[in-house]
């Protein structure tokens, strides 16, 4: 049984190429893995609030010592860590808005990325602690980025393999569907992405 966390972050739910490609590789999770459970977390409808004092606060008291309010605080941070580390493949649909990623997927990334708990210094340094997983991340984008000239301006490909490596999570596959706003790609830019998936 394979458990498949599939996270959308468009601002789109319509006519979204990151959601289509992001659905394409859990439809050939499906097939490779005919004994699996999905979970789906789309940011748009159930977005993360931005961290505020409470949250971050209580994160450094120990559970035996909060309030029931600041276990209110945890209690989306925590679940979603849960989910995470009970996930063995995860799924992240995400379009490049302004070179970077949607703010709604940084607020699910800044509530899971917890010292002590998806990650710890010692004295050779940091080591994620959610490991044994695998990671596709669906890339969707007007321009190329993969490439040529805009490719300095990729800070979603780059970020992401960052702060998923920093908790553990290294095995990851890049899918993307480039090209989707200039006229000799956009036609092709979707079905190419979709044929470039490889799982394993």
Not at 51 to 78: C, H, M
Not at 113 to 141: C, M
Not at 163 to 176: C, K, N, P
């Amino acid at each position: 049984m394979k458990n498949i966390l599939h996270i959308s972050s468009s601002s789109r739910t319509h006519n979204s190429s990151s959601r289509i490609l992001g659905n394409a590789i859990e439809e050939k999770l499906q097939n490779v893995y005919p004994e699996h459970k999905i979970t789906t977390l789309d940011l748009l409808k159930n977005p993360f609030p931005h961290l505020g004092e409470e949250q971050v606060e209580a994160w450094f008291i120990p559970a035996e010592s909060r309030t029931n309010e600041q276990n209110e605080a945890v209690k989306r941070s925590d679940d979603a860590i849960a989910q995470l580390q009970a996930s063995d493949i995860i799924v992240i649909s995400v379009p490049i808005y302004n070179f970077g990623i949607p703010s709604v997927l940084k607020a699910y990334i800044d509530h899971i990325a917890r010292g002590g708990i998806t990650f710890r210094y010692s004295e050779n340094g940091f080591e994620g602690l959610v490991k044994n997983k695998k990671a596709y991340i669906a890339v969707a984008s007007g321009s190329v980025f993969s490439e040529g000239d805009y490719q300095p301006y990729d800070f979603v490909v780059p970020y992401l393999k960052s702060v998923l490596g920093f908790i553990g999570i290294t095995d990851i596959s890049i899918v993307r569907a480039e090209g989707l706003s200039l006229p000799d790609l956009q036609d092709t830019a979707l079905e190419k992405g979709i044929q470039s998936i490889v799982i394993g």
